[in-house]
């Protein structure tokens, strides 16, 4: 097993659960699979597991790639070819390993659903039971409504609205460490909240089978040089969350994301959403409204840069034919839009209010209990900024959301996450000395 660079030796992460679980923190869990579906003999390629303890710290990395002795599906995402898994694992061979390292852990993913199902398939090839139903492994993507709103659904936004860096997406390590950083960030934000003993009553049930340990070595991936991401991959990182709660159309809409990276959808992708549509609930006109939707949501992406060249505009009529955009509505998308239509679609911003905003930053205006982000490597350790605001009924922020009334940041052109974010949706940006000004006028 290959653990990297992190305390925790193999005997600790191995140790074996009681039936009453003590509480030991989180089993953070990434795969990358073959396809969208094990209902449509689609396997796990590569794990990764990255354990939390309690309070949010990250206490050891481990992750292998397997072999499913099958073809590796979508090489141009996930990066894997034949001879990197020639040698490895199969799932079967590592699954005592690997179930053990779940015990007495809250089970976490980033679209937990998508993870819980293949983790099920998985086990029942190694002829056992996963004791996890779909909703009970910890979904950071359904928690974002709660600690982020107005965040995106994608991972690598979720992330920089605490900073934290999302390098090599689709390696299971690069998406589970930073899957476990969210986490981390989440509990900061409100270790208190009850979403969390939740969770730990769904794991207190779980009585995960008892597999035979195994000395088959875990097998790392061999990093090259980073998988060149297609056009559609990087627009879809834009898409907006849907503005309601629910997690069904959530992970429906996240699935979509994975099916049209590439550009195309295969019959078993389809036949896999359409079953997923049904579970989730969603009947013919509410799947046929978000498609609508989500192609409008894509093509104010796709514009956001305004430009898109004639490659990029096919693959976007494609998708559109893909999803059922009708023809009019698809050549409609075609034809450059106004830009405070684009900035309204991905911000959530109307351009009245937009125009409100700029009017108005020159003079901040900060209302009690107004909530501030501290953001980069002050001179002043951030703990003095953090006690002033605190001092003067404001209150000091983790994560970028609507809600945040300001941004403080050690270089106001920062292009840090957060900055970023704050752009987005029209939050100011400022350097510490606004900050003293603005504490020395309160």
């Not at 159309?249 to 195309?264: E, I, N, S, V």
């Not at 403080?408 to 029209?426: N, Q």
Request: aromatic fraction near 6%; hydrophobic fraction near 40%; charge should be negative.
């Amino acid at each position: 097993m290959t653990a990297s660079g992190i305390a925790g030796t193999m005997d600790e992460a191995l140790t074996e659960g009681n039936i009453n679980m003590t509480f030991s923190g989180y089993s953070v869990i990434d795969f990358e699979t073959t396809g969208l579906s094990p209902e449509y003999h689609h396997r796990v390629i590569e794990v990764a597991v990255v354990h939390v303890d309690p309070n949010g710290a990250i206490e050891g990395r481990y992750e292998t790639v397997l072999n499913p002795h099958r073809d590796l599906g979508p090489v141009h995402i996930h990066g894997l070819r034949g001879r990197d898994v020639m040698e490895a694992p199969t799932f079967e061979e590592i699954a005592g390993d690997f179930v053990k390292m779940l015990r007495d852990r809250v089970l976490v993913a980033h679209n937990a659903s998508f993870e819980a199902r293949f983790l099920r398939s998985e086990l029942q090839h190694a002829r056992s039971l996963s004791p996890v139903a779909n909703n009970e492994a910890l979904c950071t993507m359904n928690l974002a409504h709660l600690f982020l709103p107005g965040s995106r659904r994608a991972l690598a936004d979720c992330c920089a609205a605490y900073d934290i860096a999302l390098e090599n997406a689709h390696e299971a390590l690069a998406d589970a460490h930073a899957t476990a950083q969210l986490l981390g960030a989440y509990l900061q934000q409100d270790s208190n909240h009850p979403v969390w003993g939740r969770y730990r009553e769904y794991a207190e049930r779980w009585q995960w089978p008892s597999l035979p340990a195994s000395d088959t070595p875990w097998v790392s991936r061999t990093r090259k040089n980073s998988v060149a991401r297609s056009f559609l991959h990087d627009a879809m990182a834009l898409l907006p969350d849907i503005n309601e709660p629910d997690d069904g159309q959530r992970t429906y809409l996240a699935q979509l994301d994975q099916a049209l990276g590439d550009g195309f959808i295969t019959l078993a992708e389809a036949d896999s959403l359409h079953d997923l549509a049904a579970e989730s609930g969603l009947d013919e006109r509410a799947r046929t409204m978000l498609h609508a939707q989500y192609f409008d949501d894509l093509v104010a992406a796709a514009w956001a840069d305004g430009v898109l060249t004639d490659d990029e505009l096919t693959q976007i009529d494609r998708v559109g034919e893909l999803l059922g955009i009708a023809g009019e509505t698809r050549r409609a998308a075609l034809v450059a839009p106004v830009a405070e239509w684009v900035e309204e679609a991905l911000t959530g911003v109307h351009r009245d209010d937009a125009a409100e905003t700029k009017v108005s930053s020159p003079r901040i205006v900060l209302e009690p209990g107004a909530l501030v982000v501290l953001t980069g490597e002050m001179e002043v350790p951030r703990s003095y900024y953090e006690t002033l605001l605190t001092e003067h009924g404001y209150i000091p922020w983790s994560g970028v959301t609507k809600k945040v009334s300001l941004v403080v940041a050690a270089d106001p052109d920062s292009l840090s996450g957060k900055a970023r974010k704050a752009h987005d949706y029209g939050i100011p940006v400022v350097g510490v000395e606004t900050l003293i000004e603005l504490m020395r006028a309160a």
